[in-house]
Nanobody, 119 residues
Framework: QVQFVESGGGLVQPGGSLRLSCVTS????????MRWYRQAPGKGRELVAH????????NYADSVKGRFTISRDNSKNTVYLQMNSLKPEDTAVYYC????????????WGQGTQVTVSS
């Protein structure tokens, strides 16, 4: 059974940092691309960062380039999102997503973790 355990969200002041973690189980992590999405209140879900498998190439939304870093540890079946220089507009629920590298029709989602950037 596929499980995602997301952690690391919370309340942080503008300019601060958070590190999100997504520990997965129940599927072969190393053959899945991993992504972080976010959804702010009243808005659609937005792709924030992507890390491929194999190879580990990364892509970011323009709004987070230079501030966020996605990484993965295949030995721990875990994907991370390091978020620096946080802004109020980064406030959202952040979701971990896995997409099978053979077919995007096989995809799994985490339950989401709240990130709030406010003074």
């Amino acid at each position: 059974q596929v499980q995602f355990v997301e952690s690391g969200g919370g309340l942080v002041q503008p300019g601060g940092s958070l590190r999100l973690s997504c520990v997965t189980s129940g599927f072969t992590f190393s053959v899945y691309h991993m992504r972080w999405y976010r959804q702010a209140p009243g808005k659609g879900r937005e792709l924030v960062a992507h890390i491929s498998s194999p190879g580990g190439s990364t892509n970011y939304a323009d709004s987070v380039k230079g501030r966020f870093t996605i990484s993965r540890d295949n030995s721990k079946n875990t994907v991370y999102l390091q978020m620096n220089s946080l802004k109020p507009e980064d406030t959202a629920v952040y979701y971990c997503n896995a997409v099978w590298l053979v077919s995007a029709s096989r995809t799994y989602w985490g339950q989401g973790t709240q990130v709030t950037v406010s003074s």
